[in-house]
């Protein structure tokens, strides 16, 4: 269900069930669970790129996975919330490259990626509320982070369909990309990312996502803190050797 392929330090990962959409049952939860715990172990991985197979990305929650009886969500949101604090708490950047429609879960997923592309036929829904849901899998902390409050309200209230251009003029995508040369941008991206300062990365990600909840104080109080660890990494003291010697760096990713 999820395919993975290496190179030049990319994982690259494909949701694989193209005949529901690559919509996300329990079992590709476990496996995109292991497949993310593996990458964030693995020094050799350095970058990684999500991506679908066949004409969608991914429709969210296989809705006929709990056939006709009243599912348990509150105990299968563990299932996926062990997925979204993997997502976030990823310690390499994530490259997404959304290749089609984005829905639900699925748009979670999309949005909870670094680098966000998408090819021009790709759209993006909240789908929640048009089933009778609230927004999960970190949707209503990441969305409002994005495109501020107003805008969230707008999308998990009336949950249209966002074109990719209307995704990346709210700022939910970062490129737009004809369909047949996303994979290749995206993968480029990923390699670029692949060959950066790994560590200042984790702790650049780290920075953004808890300075929101902190006060200024303390969020200078980490910034020092986190900055005394990149300053102690070696591609910290490669950088500014590269830089003296009027060369690129080469780094290592520690
Ligand atoms: O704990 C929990 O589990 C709760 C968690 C919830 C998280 C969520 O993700 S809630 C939101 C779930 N997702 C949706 O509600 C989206 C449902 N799908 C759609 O609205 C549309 O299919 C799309 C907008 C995604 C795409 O539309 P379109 O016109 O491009 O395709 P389609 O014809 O609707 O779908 C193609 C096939 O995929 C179709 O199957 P068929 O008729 O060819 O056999 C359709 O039923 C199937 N499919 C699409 N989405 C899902 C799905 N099958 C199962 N689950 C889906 N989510």
């Not at 829904?125 to 009778?132: E, H, L, N």
């Not at 994005?146 to 707008?154: D, F, R, T, Y």
């Not at 200078?220 to 102690?232: D, N, S, T, V």
Request: aromatic share 6%; charged share 25%; glycine share 10%.
């Amino acid at each position: 269900m999820v395919l993975k392929e290496r190179q030049e330090g990319v994982l690259i990962l494909s949701l694989n069930r193209p005949e529901k959409l690559n919509a996300i049952t329990g079992a590709l939860l476990d496996e995109l669970y292991q497949v993310l715990k593996e990458a964030q172990e693995d020094p050799g991985v350095r970058a990684l790129l999500l991506t679908g197979a066949g004409r969608a990305f991914c429709a969210g929650q296989d809705l006929l996975e709990f056939g006709e009886g009243k599912p348990d969500y509150e105990a299968h949101l563990r299932r996926y919330n062990r997925v979204v604090e993997a997502l976030a708490g990823l310690e390499k950047p994530l490259v997404v490259a959304v290749n089609g429609v984005a829905a639900g879960a699925g748009m979670s997923l999309a949005l909870w990626g670094d680098l966000r592309l998408a090819a021009l036929e790709a759209s993006f829904t909240p789908a929640f509320v048009r089933i009778g849901l609230v927004p999960d899998s970190g949707m209503s902390f990441i969305l409002p982070r994005l495109v501020g409050l107003a805008k969230a309200q707008e999308l998990l209230l009336l949950s249209p369909r966002l074109s990719a251009e209307e995704a990346q003029a709210l700022g939910l995508v970062h490129r737009v990309v004809p369909g047949e040369r996303l994979l290749e941008e995206a993968l480029a991206l990923a390699k670029e990312l692949a060959q950066g300062p790994t560590r200042t990365y984790a702790l650049t990600k780290k920075l953004l996502l808890e300075t929101y909840r902190l006060s200024l104080t303390e969020a200078l109080a980490l910034e020092a803190i986190l900055q005394g660890e990149a300053g102690r990494t070696q591609d910290h003291e490669e950088g500014v050797r590269a830089f003296r010697e009027k060369r690129p760096p080469r780094f290592v990713g520690r």
